[in-house]
């Protein structure tokens, strides 16, 4: 008798529903694994998860804030450091706010040059040169040369690049080249901008808030010198790391010869004056808040509180990137700044009427959260208005903007606590703050900033 022949059925993968039948009813069974079933159906990720899923995002940002770190770190580095060997604060501060003011010089040329020639042809130079004068500034203060080549080995560091543009600067590359695939129209680009700004304030904020903590303990517990020798070794690793990341860094010389520069586009200077104003807030945030704590006997504790307004800043950075607000960047700004300018009544009013470090702790907390979603705001606009090609430039007037404004800030805020007291100056911080509110609703006045992506029409002859 012949055997039956029984065809052998190819086996079934992991992921075959396997069908059986009961008394009354077909049943589908289905093991596949769980979280790729939910893939299938079309699970949504979060902003931050999709915008980290990009080829080359996570190489670039890791190395960027490793080369970021020290940005919080050199200023109070080099002031306890000489500080502590020449026994002079105002030399000290004399020194860093000559280095900050040739920064605000020669940064947006040396901006300029990235965009011209490329992030590592010119940013691992610039900072190979700065970091040589961070090693004669610590060499001078600790071999006793005379005060005037301490300015000289200071200044030489301006030519630190911006790492923080050049970090936004990718991301705007990254996700303006997607704009034709599936899922990568204008809304969804404009989106996962949004969400990268604000990640990178975050990242500015926690670099400010560990920086100087860092630099207090390498100071303190090593050596003076010990806190700008890691900051240069860091900076140094950073960015040769940050710029062997080829494949995330922008074209270079995208911008037509004899095109508009960033200074000259349209609502850019009024944008700048915000941004002095802003700084301004900052600066004499710092020094009257060290100040304070001093008069209640308590300045060691100056530190820890400033870092409480960072990390509220860094917070709600996080918070509105998940965020969608609605409208443009140029019709938020107003509002963002209006936020800042009530929050920051918040710590004059608790050193007013208090007097207490701890209320004013909780009041900068506070006060912190409306910084970042501010600035965000201001460096998307600031994309928005930059010609292609030159946004790394147009994002370091920005911080040049900003260093302005804490240069400025500063001062005030330190003669209204020695003429005044240093409660009343904290009200040195709201009056900054108001400023760049009003700026924002006279000077801007109507714009019309470019969609992302979108060409910058040419110049018109004359």
Not at 65 to 91: C, D, E, K, Q, W
Not at 152 to 181: C, K, V
Not at 191 to 215: I, K, R
Request: contains cysteine; positive net charge.
């Amino acid at each position: 008798m012949r055997q039956p022949t029984f065809h052998r059925r190819p086996p079934a993968s992991r992921n075959t529903p396997l069908f059986t039948v009961t008394a009354d009813t077909l049943v589908a069974v289905d093991f596949s694994p769980r979280g790729r079933a939910d893939s299938d159906r079309g699970r949504v990720e979060g902003p931050y998860r999709r915008l980290f899923a990009l080829p080359g995002a996570r190489a670039f940002t890791a190395w960027n804030l490793l080369a970021r770190l020290p940005m919080g770190m050199l200023s109070v580095s080099a002031v306890m450091m000489i500080a502590a060997t020449r026994g002079s604060y105002a030399l000290a501060g004399t020194v860093v706010a000559t280095g900050l003011a040739v920064t605000a010089l020669v940064a947006p040329w040396t901006a300029r040059l990235v965009d011209r020639y490329g992030q590592a042809r010119i940013a691992l130079p610039a900072t190979v040169f700065a970091v040589l004068g961070l090693l004669a500034l610590l060499l001078c203060v600790r071999h006793g040369a005379p005060d005037w080549t301490l300015f000289a080995a200071y200044a030489a560091t301006a030519t630190t690049p911006n790492t923080g543009g050049m970090s936004r600067a990718r991301w705007a590359y990254l996700l303006g080249s997607r704009t034709g695939e599936p899922g990568g129209g204008p809304e969804a680009v404009a989106e996962a901008l949004h969400t990268a700004n604000s990640f990178e304030q975050a990242a500015d904020e926690l670099c400010y808030m560990l920086g100087p903590v860092l630099a207090a303990f390498l100071c303190t517990a090593l050596f003076p010198e010990a806190g700008t020798l890691v900051g240069a070794a860091l900076l140094l690793t950073g960015v040769t790391l940050f710029t062997a990341q080829r494949s995330t860094e922008p074209p270079a010389g995208r911008h037509a010869p004899g095109g508009r520069a960033p200074f000259r586009a349209p609502g850019m200077r009024p944008l700048l004056v915000v941004c002095l104003a802003t700084g301004a807030v900052f600066g004499a945030m710092e020094v009257v808040t060290i100040a304070f704590a001093d008069v209640q006997g308590h300045r060691p504790a100056a530190g820890a509180v400033l870092a409480l307004q960072a990390a509220g800043s860094f917070a709600a950075g996080l918070a509105y990137g998940v965020m969608r607000p609605a409208g443009s960047a140029r019709s938020r700004l107003p509002w963002c700044l209006a936020a800042m300018t009530a929050l920051m009544v918040l710590p004059l009013l608790a050193a007013s009427l208090t007097g207490s470090l701890v209320l004013l702790a909780g009041a900068l907390l506070l006060a912190g959260m409306a910084t970042a979603p501010t600035m965000v705001t201001a460096m998307t606009l600031v994309q928005r208005l930059t010609p292609e090609g030159r946004l790394n430039e147009g994002m370091t007037l920005a911080v040049t903007g900003l260093l302005g404004g804490i240069a400025c800030g500063s001062a005030a805020g330190g003669w209204t606590v020695e003429h005044v007291s240093a409660a009343a100056g904290y009200g040195v911080p709201v009056t900054a703050a108001a400023a760049a509110l009003l700026t924002a609703l006279v000077l801007l006045g109507p714009l019309n900033p470019r969609p992302f992506g979108a060409p910058v029409p040419a110049r018109s002859g004359g």
